[in-house]
């Protein structure tokens, strides 16, 4: 168990705003709170994005991965609920590609805890009751720069570097890992609206699989697509306004 909540939120109040609703967001396999220091920076000041920190991630390398999945959950919501209990602004949660599941996750346990999000968000992963197509790390560490270039996230000159496969292939494999290793168990959310999100370019993932998420979550799911690749919600303009008029909704603005 962690010992407080800043370990998990390295940008904290990073972009000068306190905004009026704050939205935790996870982000892809390999990936760390930096990635969404972009939308971080651009985005309306009424909105507070807060980028969650995984162990053994960016800030937090020299910490050992969670390899279990509620262990991984429980600590998420306890840093998030630890920092909501300082303030009565509504949260949402955003999670892109593996980020999807655990904010789905996330979302879940909240829902148990008695202190739901208002709202989910959910890009570049299909539901999660269906088969993902692509790499699986069953496969072997040797096959995932392909799969990374297929991505269209990183330039073939980073992925070919030694630098790439010395540090980030590593953090990258135990990621699929994790995701490899999670179950689904016929889980609804019950009470967080859910909004989805998927890339035009995206090779894995469409419309039919992010409308798919409506089998685990009551009152249905809203599904727009957002031009770019799997990685769109990093800087796409679209995404973000989508993002300010859901936090728009949650305000009752």
């Given at each position: 168990?962690?010992?407080?909540?800043?370990?998990?939120?390295?940008?904290?109040?990073?972009?000068?705003?306190?905004?009026?609703?704050?939205?935790?967001?996870?982000?892809?396999?390999?990936?760390?709170?930096?990635?969404?220091?972009?939308?971080?920076?651009?985005?309306?000041?009424?909105?507070?994005?807060?980028?969650?920190?995984?162990?053994?991630?960016?800030?937090?390398?020299?910490?050992?991965?969670?390899?279990?999945?509620?262990?991984?959950?429980?600590?998420?919501?306890?840093?998030?609920?630890?920092?909501?209990?300082?303030?009565?602004?509504?949260?949402?949660?955003?999670?892109?590609?593996?980020?999807?599941?655990?904010?789905?996750?996330?979302?879940?346990?909240?829902?148990?805890?008695?202190?739901?999000?208002?709202?989910?968000?959910?890009?570049?992963?299909?539901?999660?009751?269906?088969?993902?197509?692509?790499?699986?790390?069953s496969m072997g560490i040797e096959m995932l720069?392909?799969?990374?270039?297929?991505?269209?996230?990183?330039?073939?000159?980073?992925?070919?570097?030694?630098?790439?496969?010395?540090?980030?292939?590593?953090?990258?494999?135990?990621?699929?890992?994790?995701?490899?290793?999670?179950?689904?168990?016929?889980?609804?959310?019950?009470?967080?609206?859910?909004?989805?999100?998927?890339?035009?370019?995206?090779?894995?993932?469409?419309?039919?699989?992010?409308?798919?998420?409506?089998?685990?979550?009551?009152?249905?799911?809203?599904?727009?697509?957002?031009?770019?690749?799997?990685?769109?919600?990093?800087?796409?303009?679209?995404?973000?306004?989508?993002?300010?008029?859901?936090?728009?909704?949650?305000?009752?603005?």
């Amino acid at each position: 168990m962690i010992s407080g909540p800043y370990p998990f939120f390295p940008f904290l109040n990073c972009n000068g705003s306190d905004g009026e609703v704050r939205v935790y967001c996870f982000n892809h396999a390999g990936g760390s709170a930096s990635s969404y220091y972009h939308l971080m920076k651009n985005i309306s000041g009424a909105v507070e994005i807060v980028p969650v920190e995984l162990a053994g991630h960016g800030s937090r390398m020299d910490e050992p991965f969670e390899r279990d999945w509620d262990s991984l959950v429980n600590d998420c919501c306890y840093a998030v609920l630890q920092l909501q209990s300082a303030s009565k602004k509504p949260f949402v949660l955003l999670g892109c590609s593996l980020g999807a599941l655990i904010a789905f996750r996330c979302a879940l346990r909240l829902e148990k805890l008695g202190t739901p999000a208002q709202r989910l968000i959910l890009c570049a992963h299909s539901a999660p009751q269906l088969s993902v197509p692509g790499y699986k790390s069953s496969m072997g560490i040797e096959m995932l720069p392909e799969e990374v270039m297929k991505l269209g996230g990183l330039s073939e000159e980073l992925i070919r570097s030694e630098e790439f496969h010395k540090y980030f292939l590593p953090i990258i494999f135990l990621d699929y890992q994790l995701h490899d290793s999670f179950k689904y168990q016929g889980e609804r959310l019950m009470k967080t609206p859910v909004d989805s999100f998927y890339g035009s370019d995206d090779i894995y993932f469409g419309r039919d699989s992010m409308l798919a998420w409506s089998s685990a979550v009551e009152g249905g799911v809203s599904c727009t697509e957002i031009e770019g690749n799997h990685f769109f919600a990093y800087n796409s303009e679209k995404f973000q306004n989508e993002l300010e008029r859901i936090c728009l909704i949650v305000t009752n603005k």
